[in-house]
């Protein structure tokens, strides 16, 4: 049962699929969820507002009010969003400074743009801790509520029991301020959130981020390229029946990943771009073996040159995405 009182306040910034599953976690478990929507869609707001989540009027207040603030947002507006921070830390006028501000980047970025961001915050903020991270799955989703376990007799116990009804992402971290260590409620907060801090070093957690999105969403591009060709060949349907004979559960991956990346194609970009920079500057990988800029390009096609990630251009069967994004690369290549 949630207290009464909030345990902590946890801005997120912003509410999209992802952060409005963390922010229902979060209230779940007594955290008042905090965020500001300026310069965001009016359904941003509404989809704020409708969860119950205290929108302030400006960062400012955000970071005047926060104990933790969490990041997730598109790759490429993770720097930005760590400026505005910075920015309204500079102008705040009224917290505490007993009580320090965690920064959680939990985007899809390479190991370097998560130093840069300590980096800066350490030259301009540096009372703020920052923690390196990345969410691995799909957002939090409360299961059926009548399958719980029997009452607790102790407090962990009864965290357990009430986890146990949520679907959650796993959420590594690294860098030398871990949760467990925080104030308020840093220990519980971890535990809510799956969070698994790895070590002290910024940068392994966004790697790991990286390493295994590499394996899932490049593999959806390399399904979406062979897919494309096929059909354009006229053999789709046979490309999938020896698939389905000989791996059938690569050929049910590629299926879930062609349909499901859609309206995710715009930020995949960017996260391949940070795929490829981790690859070169942490792996070693360079010339010819940087790839991820290629793999990028297919969800820079999806996203522009097709009209699957809008609201009513999302098909629902393999063979539609698939006939779409080959007019797409027709209408390019024209």
Do not use: C
């Not at 699929?17 to 209230?27: N, V």
């Not at 965001?40 to 409708?50: E, G, N, V």
């Not at 830390?89 to 998560?114: E, G, K, M, Q, V």
């Amino acid at each position: 049962m949630a207290p009464t009182t909030p345990r902590a306040a946890v801005g997120i910034v912003s509410i999209g699929d992802m952060g409005l599953g963390i922010a229902k976690l979060l209230q779940a478990h007594g955290y008042e969820v905090l965020t500001t929507t300026v310069g965001r869609s009016p359904s941003t707001h509404a989809r704020a507002t409708s969860a119950g989540i205290t929108v302030l009027p400006s960062d400012v207040a955000l970071v005047e009010k926060a104990d933790y603030i969490l990041s997730i947002v598109p790759p490429r507006d993770a720097v930005q969003t760590a400026n505005r921070i910075i920015d309204a830390w500079s102008a705040a006028s009224s917290r505490a400074a007993s009580t320090p501000l965690y920064f959680l980047d939990l985007n899809a970025i390479a190991p370097s743009t998560a130093r840069s961001i300590d980096a800066a915050l350490k030259s301009r903020a540096p009372s703020i801790r920052f923690v390196d991270g990345g969410i691995i799955g799909s957002p939090p989703k409360l299961l059926d509520e009548s399958q719980s376990q029997p009452p607790p007799d102790n407090v962990d116990a009864e965290l357990d029991a009430s986890l146990s009804n949520w679907k959650r992402p796993s959420i590594p971290v690294s860098g030398p301020h871990p949760l467990s260590d925080a104030t308020p409620s840093g220990p519980h907060l971890a535990a809510v959130l799956n969070i698994k801090h790895l070590n002290a070093e910024i940068g392994p957690a966004s790697g790991l981020k990286a390493s295994f999105a590499a394996l899932t969403k490049g593999f959806y591009a390399l399904a979406l390229q062979s897919y494309t060709t096929a059909a354009q060949l006229g053999v789709l349907p046979e490309l999938q029946a020896q698939l389905s004979a000989a791996f059938p559960a690569t050929r049910a991956a590629a299926d879930r990943g062609v349909v499901g990346m859609q309206h995710k194609a715009y930020r995949w970009e960017g996260e391949m771009r940070e795929i490829g920079e981790t690859f070169k500057t942490e792996g070693g990988w360079v010339g010819d073996g940087v790839i991820f800029d290629g793999i990028a390009e297919v969800y820079r096609t999806v996203a522009e040159e097709t009209a699957l990630g809008t609201p009513g251009g999302r098909k629902e069967g393999v063979e539609d995405v698939v006939d779409e994004l080959v007019r797409g690369l027709r209408k390019g290549g024209a």
